[in-house]
């Protein structure tokens, strides 16, 4: 978020709290919550209200999508979260952002593939840090609870001077942002549903002027024992899913924030997540009773300060371990691995007009893997990154970023960002209360950017084929585009955006039998293109007490290989597998009085299977629907019920080649809420 | 501007009726070669694909054309023809998949037989598949199981040494290569008893007999790994090919390899050369040779090698890795210049004649 004295920003924040006229007052303005959805808040009613005042005097982060002009980016808002509670980031992140999530069933892995990128191509980042497990230099979205988190947006597109490593086609960027509304508020809520999903959540939290604590708690089990129908020479025979249950997933993260003085704000998080899974196989695979432990622990120390003369220093130091025990009639693969960061960093104003954000930080893994050795293997990693943002004028909005990091095989390659942000057309009754990107009018938004991925420690250590001299796959792209947003006039508000990208990710890591004894080993070895098309479009109306919203999305990505060399056979110029060249959603949400009701439905179309470009998943039209009441109950209390149905039409649909989807299912949620 | 999206997002559902067309293909009438293709694993997607030599067509999944698109199952290891019947190990799935031919109908489907392996028969009724035991690098002793080709059903249960892999029949008795010891278990086909055990090398995986009586087995030999930086081989053991008598407990011959490891031996129909892909090219040896030939007969690196018994024409299956189709290179008996390159399903490792 943009530092105080940027001109507008100012001006707001200058009405609003002149009575606490703190001379070096940084202010989260929410400039980048705008992307596709409203701002964070917590309370539906800010859906098309203005910003809510806040309360007191914050040392507020700057946050680092103010650095991201000119890039697209998703939000979730909190009101949707609330729905997917019981749920993972794979549950939302497809049906509601219309994002191709690559997925071997209901709690089995669920990776994301944003732009046409592989799952290696997304950071995951969870309070300013990278959580993508450094073995696999991935993330299972489906072992990231809703709950763990109380934000959650996706900036697709090239962005590694922002993000690190691995933000080659998008990030994923979940945060958990204090409540500094006073006083207890929390809720607890049972979910039943079909196939034996089990589960439940607790959520609390509390603030006073100077501390603000929250505590969240989530436990899902599934048997997942669907029936499903295969294909068999004396016709269809049904079938239940074998070795498949989500034998327990537990998510805690209790998180506080204390002001320290007037300047200062220490924040601690911590986030525990611990999955029990048996890892279904595909259908005609017999005899597998693979299961997978899987544990990370994350916890994180910041300290946030402001200075005398307006800027802001942060510094950060943050510890996980991840656990990956798989085991499978007697074949074991145990890994764990266990990183500190840290990250210092100092945002500066410069002049009225503009900011500057300079910072450093570090990584260090200790890995044991059974795939590596009896031996631990660690290593280091190091980035300096230099964040720019102006705004030459109201209308113009400007930022160029870089990043260099270090790593053990060599310096990754320099990545930069610019982007720009250039309102070609405003209202002359714009609305004076919001900042510049969120006004209604025509903008032209465009952003180019370097990126790069660091080789993962499998890639680097495995054995056989472990290649220590891997370098990073680097990659470039742009976009362009398009924002049309209609005011905020009479509980109205429709915000279009259409945006146009090509990137290219050279160096790409491919597995091929080129090591020792014909072992797999990875390789720099292709270039990938992938372009395409984006377009959505966001309708929030209020009526009274009706509030509702829509929005549509679609997009069209070609992603091919488009070099290679003779040992790596997979042919070129052919859309890569699992990348639908279509995808299309819609998305609606309706609340009146205590009533909700919303649908999501998401278009797949074909997807490869395989790199010839032969064998393919079916195209899939989804639909999913919630529908909800909320009763208000005595001592500030109210239950919630909500009635939520996956696959409503019932699709018989392959989510990944011989992993049946499930049937139709259904689940109940009781919440009692208090406030 | 909602509009446009929405005709847009109805635009992008009408691509529902625009998946890649998949035209039923008729079933196979008259194929005579049969590729196998492992498929990815876990995909369910292996196949046979049946090819017809002269007239060069080409049924990519035989069993799904012939059986109303069902799929034959994961990792297709090997198949077997006895007479009118055709025998498919589908290692991943835990069965074997016995089909009539030419048509590929289904006939029986022999359930739960673990980890199959190779196929081999001594008569019209009676038949045998090497199946392994226990979880990769924690192998148990494997199993030959004796099926009866009238009901196909398994019959009975012969222990032998670990991981069991082509094994062939010579006078009644079975040879039996362990490759993950060093050893050719003799079973006696009559008892169903294991009578002997033949020491060769390292890691036999195929035994074929010669026409002069004897056999012979290629071993890959034993390869370990560094398990710390910089991951060097740490022991290998040489690969060899052994030849051996039928009643010996050792072999009378051994043929070292250099280095590397060989693979995947082949005996031509007329039972006097033999044939092993070794670092990347196939060789070719007479069953007489008192050496191994230091030329290649082809220089190519192939995933299954076999010559139809009918015209001594060989066929190698080029395998593209496991995300990607493969192909087979068909070759005129005697080598020579390549007749047919056909594209057949991901990983073919392997042939069958009828």
Known sequence: ?675 | MKKPLLALLAGATLLAGCDPSTPTPDSPTNAGVYVLSEGQFGAGDGAVSAFDRNTKSLVIDAFGAANSGSKLGDVIQDMGVVGTRGYICVNASNKVEVVSLPDFKSVATIKNIRQPRYFTFTSATRGYVTAWRGPYTNYAPGKVLVLDLTNNTVIDSITVGRCPEQLTVLNNKLYVPNSYDNTVSVIDAATNKVTSTVTVGDGPRNVVADQAGNLWALCTGFTVYNPAPPYDVISSTQGALVRFAPGATAGQLSLPFATGNPNDLRISPDKTLLYYSYNGAEYQLSTTAAALPPTPFIRRSFNGFAIDPRDNSIYGAVSTGYTSNGYFLHYPAGGGKVIDSVTVKVGPNGFAFN
């Open chain 1, 1 to 675: 978020m943009l530092i105080l004295n940027l001109f507008s920003t100012a001006h707001r924040v200058a009405r609003w709290h002149v009575a606490h006229a703190l001379p070096p007052l940084l202010l989260a303005s929410g400039l980048g919550a705008h992307g596709q959805a409203m701002p964070q808040s917590g309370r539906a009613d800010s859906l098309t209200s203005r910003r809510h005042r806040l309360p007191e005097a914050q040392v507020r982060a700057v946050r680092l999508e103010q650095f991201a002009v000119g890039s697209q980016r998703l939000e979730l808002d909190s009101a949707v979260l609330a729905q997917y509670r019981g749920g993972t980031a794979a549950d939302v992140l497809g049906a509601r952002l219309g994002l191709y999530i690559k997925n071997y069933g209901p709690g089995q892995l669920a990776t994301i593939s944003l732009r046409g990128t592989s799952a290696q191509h997304t950071a995951v980042l969870w309070n300013g840090l990278n959580i993508a497990l450094p073995t696999l230099g991935q993330n299972d979205l489906a072992l990231l609870p809703i709950s763990g988190n109380t934000q959650l947006l996706v900036q697709p597109g090239p962005a590694a001077a922002l993000y690190g490593s691995g933000a080659v086609g998008g990030a994923i960027v979940l945060r958990t942002e204090p409540d500094w509304r006073p006083g207890l508020r929390g809720s607890v809520q049972a979910d039943a549903g079909s196939f034996g999903l089990r589960g439940g959540s607790l959520e609390a939290r509390t603030a006073t002027p100077t501390l603000a604590v929250r505590m969240a708690a989530s436990y899902r089990e599934a048997q997942n024992n669907y029936p499903y129908l295969v294909r068999e020479p004396a016709g269809l025979v049904r079938y239940t899913m074998q070795n498949a249950a989500l034998r327990h997933q537990w998510s805690f993260s209790p998180d506080l924030t204390w002001r320290v003085g007037a300047a200062g704000e220490l924040t601690a998080a911590v986030w525990l997540t611990d999955a029990d899974r048996e890892i279904q196989q595909g259908v005609s695979v017999a005899g597998s009773n693979a299961r997978e432990i899987d544990q990370s622990r994350r916890l994180v120390l910041g300290y946030r300060r402001t200075t005398t003369g307006g800027g802001q220093w942060a510094v950060r130091g943050a510890w996980f371990e991840d656990i990956i025990n798989y085991s499978d009639q007697g074949a074991i693969s145990n890994s764990r691995v266990r990183t500190t960061q840290s990250q210092a960093e100092y945002t500066a104003p410069l002049g009225r007009r503009a900011s500057l954000r300079l910072g450093a930080e570090a990584q260090h893994f200790a890995a044991l893997v059974d795939g590596y050795g009896a031996a631990p293997i660690t290593e280091n990693r190091a980035a300096a990154f230099a964040l720019l943002r102006y705004d030459p004028r109201p209308t113009l909005r400007l930022s160029a970023n870089l990043r260099q990091a270090a790593l053990p095989a060599g310096l990754a390659p320099l990545t930069p960002t610019v982007g720009l942000e250039w309102d070609l057309h405003r209202p002359a009754l714009a609305s004076d209360s919001l900042p510049p990107a969120e006004q209604p009018g025509l903008t032209f938004k465009a952003s180019a950017a370097r990126t790069y991925r660091a080789p993962t420690l499998n890639e680097r250590y495995w054995q056989p084929g472990g290649n220590p001299d891997l370098r990073a796959e680097s990659g470039g792209g742009y976009e362009a585009g398009l924002r049309y947003r209609l005011g905020q006039t009479a509980g109205v508000l429709l915000e279009n955006e259409v945006t146009a990208f090509h990137q290219l990710v050279n160096n790409w890591v491919q597995w091929l039998p080129l090591g020792p004894g014909g072992a797999y080993s990875p390789r720099n070895l292709r270039q990938v293109r992938s372009q395409g098309l984006e377009a959505s479009s966001v309708l929030r109306h209020r009526q009274g007490r009706y509030l509702a919203s829509a929005r549509v999305a679609y997009s069209f990505t070609q992603t091919v290989k488009t070099q290679g060399v003779a040992a790596d056979t997979d042919p070129v110029g052919r859309q890569l597998a699992f990348v639908p060249l279509h995808r299309a959603s819609f998305s609606t949400d309706h609340q009146w009085r205590g009533w909700l009701g919303s649908a999501a439905f998401t278009f797949t179309s074909y997807a490869y299977t395989d790199a010839s470009a032969s064998s393919f998943l079916p195209s899939v039209g989804l639909l999913g629907g919630t529908l909800g009441r909320t009763v208000p109950l005595p001592h500030r209390t109210s239950l919630t019920l909500l009635v939520q149905s996956t696959n409503l039409l019932n699709r018989r649909y392959e989510s990944y080649p011989a992993r049946p989807a499930p049937p139709r299912a259904y689940s109940v949620s009781l919440r009692l809420n208090y406030r």
